[in-house]
């Protein structure tokens, strides 16, 4: 009994990552409906950078966030500038042909600079450390991993919600028009959005590279992981993507206890339960 | 008469293949109210549309202030001191009233118009301030467009079809509040199909017709039959 208990907890915990993917997939397709499918390897990218600043200055992964948030912020700005806003407009079609495109690009990039070898930050002591809560012990790495996604959170819901940053952002998406006549180039705004987003997926970038090891190609099913929680959750809803991290996570470590192939195969069937029940996810954003 | 705060020479617009405004000249001397008529389709939210910077124009066929402004994007049109409230309200639906003025106040130039002054002008918004924009009646949202346009403390204001879609006793409430809006020295330019309402609040008209000025003059000057002749291309 008490291992199903474990399962169920670690899998909560696991959805706080998965969480951490999804966030600035959510936060783009929110703003300017695009479907980002180079996010996945954007992430492994931040993990790498990670590599690099911890590598070479000989610093802990956790403190060369400071330096890799900043610059996938900035990568997030200018790529945004200067490449994604060409590809928005009336169709949906140019924004996944391009950001596919830059998917396939940041992979062999990744995979010239850094070959194939798997990597893996090193955090050192705080990987092993775990917390006993009655019979169950609690990873502390996880556990940082979920109060991270929930501060993620909270964060954006704050911007969002009471900064003239997110109305902007609330603006452009509603009416793009109308939010140019007052003064807002949506242009510029989507690039703060690309950046905010991108500065995300650096924090997650660096959480997974502590947390397993990592190589170029496996941007792909981060993207599948990120994506299955903002469905599962109901688009549009930051509490919900959380809850659809955790809902994809605990499902993972079931079909992992169960039989340790199935990890992967029992998320994406959950995935498949939710979205043929409800379609629009569990918890859609309700529109006035 | 002095240089004209807006000066539009030969403004053509496209909507595609489709030319929706040929040659259109225009000149509006500041703290004048200038009324523009004509039917559906004249070219009415299309002459807005390209003053307003949503539309791109050659940058000379706009001028404010002496400057080219027909080629700025429409942010730095807003910049410039031009503020559109549009045909149709178009609230951004997500916000509250508050918010949606916060956001007309983006651009923040200096002026007599704040959260405030708005709330003054129409004192049931401060009521409804936390209320999602949409929640509102359409009379309401009405006074959320206008007070959203003022927050930036335009120079020029530019009113599309105001009182479309709205009962009688709204649009009356709303044009009693223009002249407090407009009696500060701004300048308006005011496109309506109710001609009464617009003759009344404005000292000269701009008739469009199939996307050209078919009439134009002191609204003193003009007659009912002139009128009539220039909105429908009835020989007069």
Redesign the interface.
Known sequence: MIEWVNAIVQGILLGGLYALFAAGLSLIFGVMRLVNIAHGDLIILAAYLGLSTTTILGIHPFVALLIVMPAMAGIGYILQRGLLNHTLGGDILPPLLVTFGLSVIVQNALLEGYTADPQKLNAGAVETASIAVGELSLGVLPLLTFGMAVAVIAGLQWIFYST?LG??F??V???Q?????????KAHVFGLAMALALAVTAIAGILLGVRTSFDPAIGGGRLIFGFEAVIIGGLGNSWGTLAGGVILGVAQTIGAKIDPGWQVLAGHIAFLVVLAVRPNGLFPRV?? | MSEPLLKLSGLDAHYGDFQALFGVDMEVAKGEVIAIIGANGAGKTTLMRSISGLLPNRSDQVTFKDQPIGSLRADQVAYAGIALVPEGRQLFKSLSVEENLKLGGTVARDGPWSLEAVYDLFPILRERRNQPSTSLSGGQQQMVAIGRALMSNPELILFDEISLGLAPVIIKSIYQALPNIISGGMTAVIVEQDITKALAVSSRVYCLQEGRVSLTGRVEDITRDQITAAYFGLAA
Do not use: C, T, V, W
């Not at chain 1, 939010?179 to 807002?184: D, N, P, S």
């Open positions: 003239a109305r902007g609330r603006a998406s509603n009416n028009d109308i939010a140019q006549l007052m003064g807002l180039n529109e006035h």
